[in-house]
């Protein structure tokens, strides 16, 4: 399985297309990806981890092969809450009628075309496609970093039970602001008119 993934992730056409989510993210919510990078880095610093794309932020890949990838109406809880995964469509199917991207909550159905890319808050919003046509190819490659990385970072590179048994009264503290903690996190997103003035 190994030498299959590294076959994956050392291939140019998966390469590019995650460089292309990883531009596509810092260009359409800067402050988010400024907290991924951080991660990121903090991470790597701290652990001998591999890299599955060197210089992009998301920790996680998914190649989703098959020739008909889709799914059912869900949100990926394990996500941090305030992040975006990329997902990018590939194969040879008609969009308008095949493998079409649900978003419930915005009640919209988009056409989701083949090489199309989306940044979508998927621990939040819930979706899923409409099922691949007869006849159609549909795969897709994904992007993401879980919650629990986020977690772990923020609990000083250890878990919320050794944060617990270190250093109880920061454990403390910590817990007591998480019913805030949000305020901070939506203030990452950014405004139509803040985009465009970067323009």
């Not at 056409?13 to 988010?32: I, K």
């Not at 889709?70 to 199917?93: V, Y």
């Not at 007591?176 to 323009?199: C, M, P, W």
Request: aromatic share 14%.
């Amino acid at each position: 399985m190994t030498q299959v993934l590294n076959r994956l992730v050392g291939h140019s056409a998966f390469q590019r297309m995650a460089r292309y989510q990883n531009a596509a993210f810092g260009l359409w919510a800067p402050h988010v990806y400024a907290e991924y990078k951080k991660v990121y880095n903090t991470i790597h610093s701290n652990l001998e981890l591999p890299k599955n794309f060197p210089g992009i932020v998301f920790t996680a890949a998914a190649f989703n092969f098959g020739g008909d990838v889709w799914t059912f109406k869900h949100r990926d809880s394990l996500n941090w809450a305030f992040g975006w995964c990329a997902i990018t469509a590939l194969g040879d199917f008609d969009a308008t009628r095949s493998a079409q991207i649900i978003l419930w909550e915005l009640k919209l159905v988009v056409d989701f075309l083949h090489a199309a890319t989306i940044l979508l808050p998927s621990a939040v919003i819930t979706h899923s496609n409409t099922p691949v046509a007869y006849g159609d190819v549909r795969t897709s490659f994904t992007q993401y970093t879980a919650g629990a990385i986020f977690c772990w970072v923020e609990n000083g590179c250890r878990t919320e039970e050794v944060f617990e048994k270190e250093d109880p009264e920061g454990h403390t503290k910590m817990q007591g602001g998480k019913s805030t903690a949000y305020i901070r996190r939506l203030e990452n997103f950014s405004t139509v008119d803040e985009l465009l003035a970067k323009v």
